[in-house]
């Protein structure tokens, strides 16, 4: 079953990170609105994001009977994102090492340790931006893990997502964004199986916790280790929001359901747009307000042309990018 409110939140949360791609790294001089948005929206994006993920993963996910079965859901959930993580790393390395001896591009490439970090060092690569699949694999193999071991109960995956936050950041593997969101996958895990109660605590709370959030990221109350305050009230506060019906709502819903494809080919939309404009004017100044519209707009309109479009007549690209 679809349900509506999961793909506007989903929807709601890619926009969100095409937003913190428009920049990324050298920022436009003078337009620090910008910067202290990104701030922001960086504190809470990706932990909504990941919640959503564990909603929808633990829908479906249940204990495995044998080492067999386990070795065979790690496949496929291996070649459910894999593939399409190592092709868009692949084509990002490709296209930074052709372009940046003529063309500005963010992060370029350094060598064969570039291609060495997109393998180990996922946070650190070109296509750093990917890190989300390839932690997402990762979750996905121990959710289920996990969940085998607890006999199918989620209240100790929720407790190793809290242990977790207090573990010092490992870059190897990923393994610093798996400590920092498992939390949040877990809990989205336990949202699934407490649908009913959730959705009726969500239903009444949302107003108040999308109040409170709005202080927070107001007040940059997100700051530092209190980035866990602005994710948690996201959660309440943005898909209360989704379940209910608002305009925009249904662009929202159509890009739910494009919400992979977008988080593919986003970052590499807006880093070509942004690379052909700056050969003409400088971003700088007032001429960004002219620049982030069509940023924007380039990271989610020419992934949707190319999955609606280009993907349908390539099927093994068609099936790894849905």
């Avoid at 948005?37 to 990706?46: I, L, P, T």
């Avoid at 790690?74 to 003529?102: D, E, T």
């Avoid at 929720?158 to 010092?168: E, M, N, S, T």
């Avoid at 309109?301 to 990018?321: E, N, Q, Y």
Wanted: net charge positive.
């Amino acid at each position: 079953m679809r349900l509506l409110d999961i793909e506007r939140a989903k929807g709601l949360a890619i926009l969100l990170v095409v937003f913190g791609h428009v920049v990324a790294r050298e920022a436009p001089a003078g337009n620090e609105w910008y910067m202290t948005s990104k701030s922001a929206v960086y504190s809470f994006h990706m932990a909504f994001f990941m919640f959503l993920s564990g909603l929808v993963f633990f829908m479906r996910a249940a204990p495995v009977a044998s080492f067999q079965e386990y070795a065979v859901s790690v496949r496929k959930r291996f070649m459910r994102l894999m593939p399409a993580y190592f092709l868009f790393a692949g084509l990002v390395l490709a296209a930074k090492w052709g372009a940046q001896s003529f063309l500005h591009v963010d992060n370029p490439v350094e060598g064969f340790s570039s291609l060495i970090d997109i393998v180990l060092f996922p946070m650190q690569s070109v296509s750093a931006f990917l890190w989300y699949i390839y932690v997402l694999f990762l979750f996905s193999i121990a959710g289920v893990a996990l969940l085998t071991f607890t006999q199918g109960r989620l209240w100790p995956l929720v407790a190793v997502g809290i242990v977790l936050q207090f573990v010092p950041t490992i870059h190897f593997l990923g393994l610093g964004q798996f400590t920092k969101y498992f939390l949040l996958f877990a809990l989205g895990g336990a949202a699934a199986r407490g649908w009913e109660m959730y959705t009726e605590w969500v239903d009444r709370l949302w107003g108040v916790a999308l109040i409170l959030f709005a202080i927070v990221l107001a007040t940059g109350f997100y700051a530092g280790q209190a980035w866990i305050v602005a994710a948690l009230l996201s959660i309440p506060a943005l898909h209360g929001l989704c379940r209910r019906e608002f305009p925009g709502s249904r662009i929202l819903v159509f890009m739910g359901g494009m919400t992979f494809s977008i988080y593919l080919m986003n970052t590499l939309a807006i880093g070509f747009t942004k690379a052909v404009l700056l050969k003409f004017v400088s971003w700088d100044g007032a001429n960004f307000v002219f620049f982030f519209p069509l940023l924007m707009l380039a990271g989610v309109l020419i992934p949707v042309a190319l999955k609606k479009f280009v993907s349908p007549r390539i099927g093994w690209l068609d099936r790894i990018t849905s």
